[in-house]
């Protein structure tokens, strides 16, 4: 694994703190999370079309939670996996994407799903974008349309769920 082809800002992902941000910036550079994400993708090879949970993978690697998710989660995002919609001991088993084919749509998650945080952020750098483009050629009334349909969103976003 490189590191361009990683999807989180280069890593496999860090929570806001100083700490977690180096560790995750360190495990790329000392070839850590690739290793990891190689081991993941090895297992899964061998567990064939019945995959491995996420505890699975945890307890046959060693690893934490963090470590076993995210590890999961990076590859997910990458493409090279998918998970089942079928759960296994309350959680979703994840494939070697090699196998994609031997199951039907219906019975995939090809994409991982999108936290509330993820779609906010999304939102956000939709807005950036169309600010800087705006902030370019002039604010047309396509572009102060787009502007203000992505500023609804964000505020229907902040309204407290039920």
């Known amino acids: 694994m490189t590191q361009l082809d990683l999807p989180y800002n280069g890593t496999a992902g860090y929570v806001p703190m100083q700490a977690s941000r180096e560790r995750a910036h360190r495990e790329v550079k000392d070839g850590t999370l690739g290793k990891r994400l190689d081991a993941v993708l090895n297992l899964l090879e061998q567990r064939g079309i019945?995959?491995?949970?996420?505890?699975?993978?945890?307890?046959?690697?060693?690893?934490?939670?963090?470590?076993?998710?995210g590890a999961l989660s990076t590859l997910?995002?990458?493409?090279?996996?998918?998970?089942?919609?079928?759960?296994?001991?309350?959680?979703h088993p994840?494939?070697?994407?090699?196998?994609?084919?031997?199951?039907?749509?219906?019975q995939r998650n090809d994409s991982p799903s999108v936290t509330r945080s993820g779609m906010r952020r999304a939102l956000l750098d939709e807005l950036h974008s169309t600010c800087v483009i705006a902030s370019e050629i002039g604010f047309t009334p396509n572009l102060q349309e787009a502007i203000s349909m992505l500023v609804d969103r964000l505020a229907a976003d902040d309204r407290p769920r039920d």
């Open 76 to 91: 997910h995002r990458m493409g090279l996996v998918f998970s089942l919609r079928d759960k296994r001991n309350k959680c």
């Open 94 to 106: 994840y494939v070697h994407g090699k196998l994609r084919n031997m199951f039907f749509v219906e």
């Open 50 to 69: 019945i995959g491995a949970t996420w505890q699975e993978v945890a307890n046959a690697l060693g690893l934490h939670h963090g470590q076993a998710s």
